[in-house]
């Protein structure tokens, strides 16, 4: 018979776990954080050279496009940008006549935002622009390696999802009795 013994089983792992190097190159997290900041960067040299708009008013543009009228907390949920960030880009983007804000209905506290002519027309001049932008990044990769890419990304994002309604907290060390 095959007996463990838990408490120097688990001990072992934490001191394996505790002793392994992490390098931030192979680290996924920052893996995907460098390359989604390096990808948002040199894109934005096109939106704020040819458009004058900058990352952040350029995803407000595309979700007010996509959700039409809603209000700045939706904005923030939908981008997972900071609501300082969103409520700077709208502000900006009000004062350039591409989005307006009324009142809203169901509350007045609350102002629903869309976009104005203008700002739909700024925003189906820059769409071709950034897609032309994506296939030239996406090129070195196969129609099969972009569908893989999308699904890897949409299987993380879903897992990110589970593990925030879980409210996951990884333990130092297992409690066994």
């Known amino acids: 018979m095959l007996v463990f013994n838990t408490q120097r089983l688990f ?22 954080n460098n390359a989604a900041e390096r990808i948002s960067v040199a894109l934005s040299r096109i939106y704020q050279t040819e458009f004058g708009i900058n990352i952040a008013e350029w995803r ?14 939706d904005i923030v949920n939908y981008t997972h940008m900071d609501k300082v960030r969103v409520s700077r880009a709208i502000k900006s983007l009000e004062e350039k006549s591409f989005l307006q ?9 609350a102002a629903e935002l869309t976009l104005t002519r203008k700002g ?18 996406l090129e070195p990769l196969s129609e099969i390696d972009r569908q893989e890419l999308h699904r890897i990304l949409n299987r993380l994002d879903s897992r990110v999802e589970e593990m925030a309604r879980r409210k996951t907290v990884q333990k130092k060390s297992p409690s066994i009795e």
Do not use: C
């Open 11 to 32: 001990a072992e792992i934490n001191t394996l776990n505790m002793n392994k190097d992490l390098s931030l190159q192979d680290f996924l997290p920052y893996r995907l």
């Open 60 to 73: 407000v543009l595309a979700a007010l496009h996509e959700r039409r009228a809603v209000l700045a907390k």
């Open 101 to 109: 804000r009324q009142t809203s209905m169901t509350d007045s506290r």
């Open 120 to 137: 739909r027309e700024l925003y189906r001049v820059v769409v071709p622009r950034a897609l032309e932008w994506q296939n030239e990044l």
